[in-house]
């Protein structure tokens, strides 16, 4: 009961503490007096976000006469903060790291080998209103300005008595003006400010960063100094957006994984078709040289079968035609009374003895004694034998 009466306690803020008056130093050193009040959003310790309003201007002061310098201003600021301390650092980054990642690691983190526990930091973003007129020259400019941009900086214990704290803050702001303004000179013979119409300028954005705040201001705070404000840190809710931060990349992790495994399944699925496309195209060259090798192999098949057909018609014609020359003779010799005798077809070695036998017969006849018709029979022989044996 007692811890959970403390935890509740130490969970709210009084009123008085949520409220801070500041003046800056540097605007009255310019002459332009100035206050701002910021309070603090929210009464729990843990959330560090503050809303201020401040005024400052020295605008229409009362003169006799006419200037020849002129310095009046009216602005209002609105500005929304966050602030926030640097913790302990256990760890060195590494000597090889790169200018930026030195950067990231020392100047842009909370975290520091040699924290300032003593100092609130803290960053916010401003709009504000302008009236002005400046003249310090031969040419005055008079007009109205909108403002819009960033702040930073950090606040110090400087004094406390009791329960009435004074600290100190030091930042600056720089952001983007909309500005229009009148151009004017000083007549001083008619004591007024002709303007000038081609000097003067609508509305129109100021083509660089403006920086319009430097502060050197201090701080009035009730009850308790910023030494011991917004030091509370809410590890729940830091350990449920780490866990939360863990979550979103392991979903990335998992989506990132699928599209990987995706495109290796889309890379498989191209190669295996790619492979399929290519044995086909194979199988096809294949298909291609069989059938070419085929209808060579036919081809040369019907020459063969050409040729032999034109060596059995030759052979044919020239058997029909000896056949037909033999028929003739034998009809010329029965014409002419001879009988032509029959010859057998003989072996080699029943030849051989005719032809040894033909020479003696030749030589006992009287060569001028031989009829013409029996020399002729003999040619016929002759040439039938001949033919039988081939």
């Known amino acids: 009961m007692r811890k959970k009466a403390v935890e509740n306690k130490d969970s709210i803020m009084p009123f008085k503490s949520r409220l801070a008056f500041k003046t800056n130093a540097v605007d009255w050193f310019v002459l332009l007096p100035n206050v701002t009040a910021e309070f603090d959003l929210f009464g729990s310790p843990y959330k560090h976000y503050t809303l201020s309003l401040g005024v400052k201007g020295n605008w229409n002061t009362s003169q006799n006469y006419k200037p020849s310098i002129v310095y009046n201003l009216f602005d209002v600021r609105a500005e929304f903060r966050k602030y926030f301390r640097t913790t302990q650092r256990n760890f060195h980054h590494l000597d090889s ?68 704290f004074v600290d100190l803050e030091l930042g600056a702001s720089v952001g983007l003006a909309y500005t229009k303004y009148d151009a004017y000179r000083h007549d001083e013979e008619s004591n007024c400010y002709p303007r000038l119409p081609e000097k003067s300028k609508g509305g129109h954005l100021v083509p660089f960063p403006v920086v319009s705040d430097l502060r050197v201001a201090f701080v009035y705070r009730f009850s308790t100094s910023v030494k011991n ?35 290796e399944q889309k890379k498989l699925q191209k190669d295996s078709l790619n ?116």
């Open 97 to 164: 790291a790169s200018f930026f990642q030195r950067l990231k690691e020392e100047v842009f983190t909370i975290k520091r080998f040699h924290p300032r526990y003593w100092r609130a930091y803290y960053w916010g973003v401003y709009a504000d209103y302008a009236n002005y007129n400046f003249k310090f020259g031969k040419r005055g400019m008079q007009g109205s300005a909108f403002g819009l941009g960033v702040s930073g900086g950090f606040s110090i214990p400087l004094y406390g008595y009791r329960e009435n």
């Open 229 to 263: 404000k917004y030091k509370l840190i809410d590890y729940d809710k830091i350990n449920a957006r780490s866990e939360a931060k863990r979550q979103k990349q392991l979903r990335r992790d998992s989506i990132s994984e699928a599209r990987t495994k995706i495109r």
């Open 275 to 390: 492979l399929a496309k290519d044995s086909l195209s194979q199988i096809k060259d294949s298909l291609k040289r069989q059938d070419k090798l085929m209808k060579d192999s036919l081809e040369q098949i019907r020459k063969l079968d050409k040729e032999q057909a034109k060596l059995m018609k030759d052979s044919l014609e020239n058997a029909s035609r000896q056949e037909k020359k033999r028929s003739k003779e034998k009809k010329k010799d029965k014409a002419e009374g001879v009988e032509t005798p029959e010859i057998k077809e003989q072996s080699p070695d029943e030849q051989q003895p005719v032809q040894e036998k033909q020479p003696t017969e030749s030589e006992s006849s009287d060569p001028q004694a031989v009829d013409p018709q029996s020399s002729g029979n003999k040619e016929d022989g002759l040439e039938i034998t001949n033919e039988g044996g081939e």
